[in-house]
């Protein structure tokens, strides 16, 4: 992202000093009551279920904590009030703006809420808040009561898988999702934390949440050491197993990914670590940035989407309040690392065939992205599954999520991850993946699930 950062860290830096002298300011960039969680839940309906909807995407106003705030919220196209969807809440950087968030800034649309918009497909209800003086204080908890009070707001309205409520946010926005984290573990299902620190505070941060921290080796704002702090809060909260994760060389320009191991089921923790400056979209091997280049959107949008749910029943729920606890989830990390991913059986003990593949594309310039929701359409459960499709010519996977796929272009096979590879009757998983092309954003014509052919939705 090319939004003049290496002039104003400077003037970040002495912002930085001064955050973390008083504990409440925090840095400047220029990119344009919780309850124990160890129980957990299946997804329960929001009241917005089955209603038609008030809320039209666009900018929003509320008044919290005596205040009148503004957001900005994007409502899927083709919304369906009795599917609940999930949640990104996305936070603003300091002297950012959810107006910048939610357009994009100079990348475009292909960074619109860190780049996870575009790789929804309109599968996410997305949330820009805007913060006072444009950050984040958290002064006596009123942006947490803001976040609650916004998606009270959305929930009554809108249908809201509550087990799927994620939080992200980069620099001072990371700072405000670490808090977040803290306080409202029961809430959010996983935060992403980009070059972030403690300055918007942390009340409680004693329990679990699913934790992703993406920091710069030699960030001259906030030091690594700010997040490497706040990922480890959540390596114990979560109890996984103490490590020194691997960091690349500086020089190196690269990027290394690790996924702790031990930790409690549902609630991993992955630390990705980049050769590089204060940024939230670094390029492998590049100094520049780019949020169309970046590979920190595709690997947020793996983390988050690894979560699954039971579906919902669409009746709403007794009240908007969001405080369902989140549901179970295995807790193998979708990210590259050292840790080994458990690959399904080499045959799968029943349910081979009859099956149901619906596939939507997103195109671009030179890109894409293709969704693909495979749903067995048989009487017996699919334990382990691998499905096969050829892409056009000219297209190459650049990175997916909920599926390992191999090769890359060409006869495509992508087989299930730990968490997803049994199919009851009936049921649906959705994996998908980011791609260049070469002119041709075409999907396959055919799939084959276990070597059976696939009705084509």
């Known amino acids: 992202m090319k939004l003049r950062q290496r002039t104003i860290f400077t003037a970040v830096a002495a912002a930085a000093l ?21 129980t957990v839940a299946a997804a329960a309906a929001t009241a917005g279920c089955g209603k038609a909807p008030t809320l039209r995407s666009g900018s929003q106003t509320i008044t919290t904590s005596g205040k009148s705030r503004t957001w900005i919220l994007r ?4 919304y369906d009030n009795n599917r609940p969807y999930r949640l990104i809440m996305a936070y603003h950087w300091l002297n950012g703006t959810a107006q910048i968030v939610d357009s994009g800034g100079s990348d475009g649309a292909v960074w619109a809420y860190y780049g996870l918009k575009q790789l929804s497909n309109n599968s996410t209800i997305f949330i820009a808040p805007q913060g006072i003086n444009n950050g984040w204080g958290n002064t ?12 009270k707001r959305v929930e009554s309205d809108l249908c809201v898988d509550t087990t799927q409520r994620f939080a992200m946010g980069w620099s001072y926005g990371g700072s405000m999702s670490f808090a977040v984290a803290c306080a ?15 300055l918007s505070g942390c009340n409680g941060g004693t329990q679990p949440v699913a934790y992703m921290g993406i920091h710069g080796t030699h960030d001259s704002v906030l030091n690594i050491s700010n997040g490497r702090s706040l990922r480890d809060r959540f390596v114990t909260n979560n109890g996984c197993t103490p490590m020194t994760p691997r960091e690349p060389a500086q020089g190196s320009l690269t990027h290394i990914i690790t996924a702790y191991s031990g930790c409690r089921a549902g609630y991993p923790v992955v630390w ?19 949020g169309a280049r970046t590979w920190t959107s595709g690997e947020v949008w793996k983390f988050f989407t690894q979560f699954q749910s039971t579906s919902p029943s669409p009746s709403p729920s007794p009240s908007a309040s969001p405080s369902s606890s989140p549901s179970a989830s295995p807790s193998a990390s979708p990210s590259s690392s050292p840790s080994p991913s458990p690959s399904p059986s080499a045959s799968p003990s029943e349910g081979s065939g009859a099956c149901r593949v619906s596939a939507t594309v997103n195109a671009w310039n030179n890109g894409l992205t293709e969704n693909i929701a495979i749903t067995n359409t048989g009487s017996s459960a699919v334990n382990g599954w691998s499905l096969a499709f050829t892409l056009p010519g000219g297209q190459t996977i650049t990175n997916g999520w909920n599926a390992t796929y191999s090769p890359t272009s060409g006869q495509v096979t992508a087989t299930n991850v730990s968490y997803n590879g049994s199919l009851a009757p009936g049921a649906t998983t959705e994996i998908g993946f980011q791609a260049t092309h070469t002119g041709n954003a075409a999907k396959p014509t055919a799939f084959t699930l276990n070597g059976s052919p696939c009705t084509i939705a």
């Open 184 to 198: 409202r573990p029961t809430v959010f299902r996983a935060v992403a934390v980009y070059s972030g620190a403690q």
């Open 140 to 151: 006596n908890g009123e942006d947490l009561t803001f976040t609650d009070d916004v998606l």
């Open 272 to 290: 990705a670590a980049f050769d590089g400056d204060h940024t939230p979209s670094p390029n492998d091997g590049s100094t520049s940035t780019s």
């Open 18 to 38: 001064l955050v973390l002298t008083t504990g409440r300011m925090a840095l400047s960039d220029s990119l344009g009551a919780t309850t124990s969680s160890s």
């Open 75 to 78: 409502i899927p196209d083709n």
